[in-house]
């Protein structure tokens, strides 16, 4: 199993919808200081269950939404999805799936949602999905 591609919306320093691919082999990003690169290993961070404030770099968990900027309304919700192509090994829920989905929200109201294929699930089962 490897991480296809992560899409983003409302994340840090995302405001608008991107999508990430990623090759099987080597994947590098590069950019100048500020462009928001080390805020996609947070994005994948937290599509992988991360709760760790420091390890997200933020002072609370609301700091993960985009806040707005002079030119741009700020988010009300940070999404963060990632596709991750299935190989079919391993004894797990989804082995049958080719790809699956697994989505992380966060709302201003600080609740959270986790989804996999499209489905709410606990977040000790979004969690169980990684092991």
């Known amino acids: 199993m490897y991480l296809k591609y992560i899409e983003l919306f409302g994340f840090k320093t995302f405001p608008?919808?991107?999508?990430?691919?990623?090759?099987?082999?080597?994947?590098?990003?590069?950019?100048?200081n500020g462009c928001g690169k080390t805020n996609i290993v947070d994005a994948i961070r937290f599509i992988l269950g991360e709760q760790n404030l420091k390890e997200l770099r933020l002072k609370s968990m609301n700091d993960i939404i985009f806040h707005g900027s002079n030119i741009r309304n700020g988010s009300s919700v940070a999404l963060c999805r990632g596709?991750?192509?299935?190989?079919?090994?391993?004894?797990?829920?989804?082995?049958?799936?080719?790809?699956?989905?697994?989505?992380?929200?966060?709302?201003?109201?600080?609740e959270t949602e986790y989804k996999i294929n499209g489905i709410s699930v606990s977040y000790r089962e979004y969690l169980d999905f990684f092991n």
Request: net charge positive; charged share 35%.
């Open 16 to 32: 608008d919808k991107i999508r990430i691919p990623f090759d099987k082999s080597i994947n590098i990003i590069v950019g100048p």
């Open 83 to 110: 596709v991750f192509e299935n190989d079919g090994g391993g004894s797990f829920k989804y082995k049958d799936f080719s790809e699956v989905m697994v989505e992380r929200r966060h709302f201003k109201n600080k």
